[in-house]
């Protein structure tokens, strides 16, 4: 696979990756794991709508969770500057010959609704209601004190559609993984705010919601998470980690909520935002070789959240890897 | 006062803060302290000149350090995007009749010279060498771990100019302080990155370099830097802090170079790139009033390095409050 | 001054530093300092008695505080090993015609009641009610997560008397500070529990208690400390530091609670049980030389709690060096 | 099994844990483990044997490594307050018929040699040479910075015997594991010094060094470990952790060194020398339960070190739970 070119000038000025919807059947146990145990604040909730944010955030929300009878992630949202770019964005799908439509979502700005090339449905706005940043309200903090949503990865069998597209948008490639000796992509790593991602893509049955990840202050604070975590009954849903991320390099924890949707907490990365700056490669050999730490277990690979109406497409299992676990155990 | 809106889109687009080159009497004094002590990585070196960076940072430098007779700061650095970004802002600078010129500049790309509306020598480039990111490289870590440069403070005494020039640039305001009661600017926090500063105005005597700021990776590092500082023969070099900022939010702890040049190590703040985001205010007499810790020397505020060649003015010492200092000290 | 050589076996075996009682116009203030900000636990209370411990103690309480018209300090607390101790004690105390007596004590086994060698009035027990150890309770951590009482200073115009009690009852002198070419002591730090001190003596007008000491996990909790103060209102209470001490090496922090006694949290500090450690010899001279930071304000060395029903003594103020600042200040 | 009391006063002064003796095939691998990776300081060294000591420690040595064809335990240490206690030791060994001897070691005051009860060669010694302090050295730091040798744990079939044994010297015992319903331990956690353990036994095939154990300063440097290690090529010298421990709470992570003996590095834990402290029981089905994270890899369970000459006994293979990994299996 060759590595796109991203667009420059972008069409339209996308800043950071912004907020995600799920749902969940028991909107109380999501709060007690979201709110209670991990940090994240209230910014708003009614009967059937939790929206929380983190504490350096001061948009109204981050983390969209929805009264449903079965957990899925609804959508990923995105930040564009103005709300000029939307128009922009929504000329870019059209030329393309892609669907979109412009909406109305409580606390958003003009919303702009499409699928990407993995399928995945993606909300874009400009705008959302202002709350206090809570950044130094320092007796608000608990457990890791989740400070913004950093990412988000998805699955899918077709990392090259996904990376024309978003390359095409003026996504930059960070780093990515590919196949040893080849240019099969495995993982890709994309960005627009200037760290290493706003969205990652690995391979895998999708598109799926694999997680979405908070940054968290320093390492005290994803020991603290995970001691809090284990102290109020949520042993269980510390997945994996604390480790050390080879690509991204961040110190890392995977968590999973009571509805099965995983979140990280992980420590900040490098600033990269400089035009000089060259996809980092990683051979899928490498993985295998760890910084430190066990491997993550199996369903860490498999088990991701479905998106709502959206049926995921399998690679193929027979023409050689195929999860990304097993071309990881195959590289060995 | 009036705070001026930004320009959107930029005229042209500066990224980021990206370097600062000064000038020592003792190569050798300046080594050990921002090497052996503080924990930069020399990039290069001959016999006279330091070429040094972030344990993060891919770029060639972000700190240039020159032999001379005596110490000044010869010019503060940007990023920009892309070359033609280079041709765009000296049209920019054109059309508003200021001098500027391409230079040629050792490991950078084509390179715009010219100075801002407070008279500060500022440079423009699109590229630098590369080099590797030691952000992983735990093994090198030292005192505070210095992993990027962030920003750089500037004391002039006329806000108001400086403020209308980098908005121009599309430069946002993220937070400033007032005098009480009216819309005289005392600080003025501008950014490109997304983070609340590339580059602080502050009043005072200038053109003159208050400080350039490293990022560390947390509060430990504040701590330990310190105390390396402490066992290393530089206690007396550890200026102000620790201590946590008001506007800003940050932990910091300034220290001044073996030339009197201070440099700021500070954990890293709040994301801050959305269009809704206005400026947050403070109020001058509220500086007054710290989240706790001591209040700066008074030579915090008044000493800065002198910019090369460039004879700074001072603030009309009659006509009411005239240093930051006795701004907020007038105002307790 | 000779530095008097510990008994050894003891007469009989003080463990540690166990408790101080202090006394506070506004019991609600107190909570508010010790408990809502300061992060101590409530082991019991009632209108006129508040019952604190650290995060880890499972004894009763190290910090009782009772409301009264004026704040002072009641006394301080020591645990012997067992009750057979409290009898050994009494007749040490015996032999030296010193005055004691048993008393009950809320919460306590029985107590031996004396004035020790400074004047100061000291409690001895081996037992108290037993509390859950919320050492792991991290949902419980607040601000500075205080998790032990460690020692006390007290302030007292005669070294030598006290340094010749203490260790006759089996303390061991781990470091002090003399006046620089000579044995004229100005701090003593004894210890029996294995770290530098249990209760430390300072040059100064006394007995008064100059503050007690509280652990905290590591340097992260004294930023957040400072932090959480200042956010609840508490920044005028942070007094001095953080900062690296000298004599005991730790990190700390000082405050003053409403009533104007003194807390000290810090770090703890390093293993010291083993026969061939000789007391640490510091000079004064060296103390104004601090590791980095800012040096204390005078009110630290001059402003102490007085013990109930104590008068103190002042140091001779004409015969050369009397308070501790004017030692420090004296040597530069 | 009963919980034996502990003798008071104790018939001789033990007050810590103090050093291990160990044998490399390979002094440089060693060397570049402990010293270059984890962060141990070299005392001394000569073509044979290693003598290192952490950062904090006063004594000569607390981890001895001597060249030899295979690598064992020669001995664990501890220290006695007084060379006075070292002739009690002898006596009360005597009394039991247990076969001892004095020796002369090198670095150490006079020596005595003997077995305990499950047959680990032990010695105990008053004095050792002194050595720097280098507990504020923060320019020497490195790695996990390890602090202080805090304690051994072996394994042994026979925990009855050995709690008799150390609780008749004076150890208290301050948190055991036995099987669900009965009083059969599987872990006795024994102390001098006042904090949960100078030495502990696990039930197991022994007697063999399960592992020793440093302090660090904080959850940071237990990261920061682990980060360094992997970057030097140790990443698989990771075994087990970062975790939080159940039993004594303290964060830990095990390393093997080059030789396959295993060290510990973890937060210290509580204070715990007061009479009213009860053994905290735990049952071992508690430990299937972790706080959170993976469980320990079997050969966590099974490997350890064989002391030198010394052959170990097995529990017996059909009488129930055997090995501490099955017990704990069986218990889920």
Same mark, same amino acid.
């Given at each position: 696979?060759?590595?796109?070119?991203?667009?420059?000038?972008?069409?339209?000025?996308?800043? !950071?990756? /912004?907020?995600?919807?799920?749902?969940?059947?028991?909107?109380?146990? %999501? =709060?007690?794991?979201?709110?209670?145990?991990?940090? $994240?604040?209230?910014?708003?909730?009614?009967?059937?709508?939790?929206?929380?944010?983190?504490?350096?955030?001061?948009?109204?929300? %981050?983390?969209?969770?929805?009264?449903?009878?079965?957990?899925?992630?609804?959508?990923? +949202?995105? =930040?564009?500057?103005?709300? %000029?770019?939307?128009?922009?964005? /929504?000329?870019?799908?059209?030329?393309?010959?892609?669907?979109? =439509?412009?909406? #109305?979502?409580?606390?958003?700005?003009?919303?702009?609704?499409?699928?990407?090339?993995?399928?995945?449905?993606?909300?874009?706005?400009?705008?959302?209601?202002?709350?206090?940043? $809570?950044?130094?309200?320092?007796?608000?903090?608990?457990?890791?004190?989740?400070?913004?949503?950093?990412?988000?990865?998805?699955?899918?069998?077709?990392?090259?559609?996904?990376?024309?597209? @978003?390359?095409?948008?003026?996504?930059?490639?960070?780093?990515?993984?590919?196949?040893?000796?080849?240019?099969?992509?495995?993982?890709?790593?994309?960005?627009?705010?200037? &760290?290493?991602?706003?969205?990652?893509?690995?391979?895998?049955?999708?598109?799926?919601?694999?997680?979405?990840? @908070?940054?968290?202050?320093?390492?005290?604070?994803?020991?603290?998470?995970?001691?809090?975590?284990?102290?109020?009954?949520?042993?269980?849903?510390? #997945?994996? +980690?604390?480790? =050390?991320?080879?690509?991204?390099?961040?110190?890392?924890? @995977?968590?999973?909520?009571?509805?099965?949707?995983?979140? #990280?907490?992980?420590?900040?990365? @490098?600033?990269?935002?400089?035009?000089? &700056?060259?996809?980092?490669?990683?051979?899928?050999?490498?993985?295998?070789? !760890?910084?430190?730490?066990?491997?993550?277990?199996? !369903?860490?690979?498999?088990?991701?959240?479905?998106?709502?109406?959206?049926?995921? &497409?399998?690679?193929?299992?027979?023409?050689?890897?195929?999860? $990304?676990? %097993? $071309?990881?155990?195959? /590289?060995?």
């Amino acid at each position: 696979m060759a590595i796109p070119k991203s667009a420059y000038p972008a069409p339209f000025n996308v800043t !950071r990756a /912004s907020h995600v919807v799920i749902t969940s059947r028991d909107l109380g146990a %999501s =709060r007690a794991f979201y709110v209670d145990m991990l940090g $994240l604040i209230v910014s708003d909730e009614d009967a059937n709508t939790l929206y929380l944010r983190g504490l350096e955030e001061a948009c109204h929300h %981050s983390l969209v969770i929805k009264r449903a009878p079965e957990p899925v992630c609804e959508r990923v +949202g995105m =930040r564009v500057y103005a709300e %000029s770019d939307l128009d922009a964005a /929504s000329e870019f799908l059209a030329r393309r010959s892609m669907p979109y =439509r412009f909406v #109305e979502v409580p606390h958003q700005g003009k919303t702009l609704h499409f699928k990407d090339a993995s399928g995945a449905p993606i909300e874009l706005c400009a705008r959302m209601d202002v709350k206090p940043r $809570l950044v130094v309200a320092f007796d608000q903090f608990r457990a890791g004190a989740p400070h913004r949503l950093d990412h988000f990865q998805i699955l899918t069998p077709d990392l090259q559609a996904v990376c024309d597209f @978003y390359t095409a948008m003026g996504f930059r490639l960070s780093e990515f993984v590919a196949i040893d000796g080849t240019d099969d992509l495995v993982f890709a790593f994309l960005q627009r705010k200037g &760290n290493p991602h706003d969205i990652v893509f690995a391979n895998g049955g999708g598109p799926r919601l694999h997680h979405f990840a @908070y940054t968290v202050p320093d390492a005290s604070h994803i020991i603290h998470a995970c001691d809090v975590a284990g102290r109020m009954g949520f042993n269980k849903n510390v #997945e994996y +980690g604390p480790g =050390r991320h080879g690509p991204g390099h961040a110190l890392f924890v @995977y968590f999973r909520d009571p509805d099965g949707h995983r979140v #990280e907490l992980f420590t900040t990365h @490098y600033q990269c935002m400089d035009i000089e &700056n060259e996809p980092t490669r990683w051979d899928v050999s490498y993985l295998a070789n !760890r910084p430190w730490g066990y491997p993550p277990r199996e !369903r860490w690979y498999e088990e991701a959240s479905l998106f709502a109406g959206v049926k995921p &497409n399998y690679p193929p299992r027979r023409a050689g890897p195929a999860t $990304l676990e %097993s $071309l990881i155990s195959s /590289s060995k």
